[in-house]
């Protein structure tokens, strides 16, 4: 895996944490709020869950897989830390996953994108410029794994 600095991950996790600590419903609102920005900003990502890109999301629909992401998401970023071994087989798994799925490389720019997008609605504020160059490091390194595995013949 990608080499990581920790304070870009201090910078994530903080931010992390103030998104989604006191929030009743995070998980759904995050999750539905990252999935409706990456249907805006890539209509074929919704092909990924069974939608033509024409396709109205249903909100009951949308809301089960958005409390799935952001699950997801918590449990990655709260692995991360110092011994990588750990992660690396989570995400060799989850890479995995993706791949029999078809989830196509070319997604996770957009998802890295709606994430952000997602985060900065948690949070009620933009991030800053250090936080969203930390987070698109942390990202990066995250989502290069993941493809890796997804492209990955074993």
């Not at 419903?25 to 024409?54: A, H, W």
């Not at 078809?102 to 009620?124: N, R």
Request: include cysteine; charged fraction near 30%.
């Amino acid at each position: 895996m990608k080499d990581i600095i920790y304070d870009d991950l201090d910078l994530v996790l903080k931010s992390w944490d103030d998104a989604r600590f006191g929030k009743k419903n995070f998980n759904q609102d995050f999750g539905m709020n990252c999935l409706d920005r990456m249907f805006e900003i890539q209509p074929r990502s919704k092909q990924v869950f069974g939608y033509t890109e024409s396709d109205h999301v249903s909100k009951e629909r949308a809301a089960t897989h958005g409390r799935l992401f952001a699950t997801v998401f918590d449990s990655v970023f709260q692995m991360l830390g110092p011994d990588t071994e750990f992660i690396e087989e989570v995400l060799r798994q989850v890479g995995r996953r993706h791949r029999t799925m078809g989830i196509h490389p070319m997604f996770f720019p957009y998802m890295g994108k709606a994430l952000l997008y997602a985060l900065e609605q948690a949070l009620d504020r933009k991030l800053t410029h250090r936080e969203t160059l930390a987070w698109e490091e942390i990202y990066d390194a995250i989502s290069s794994e993941l493809v890796r595995h997804i492209l990955s013949d074993v």
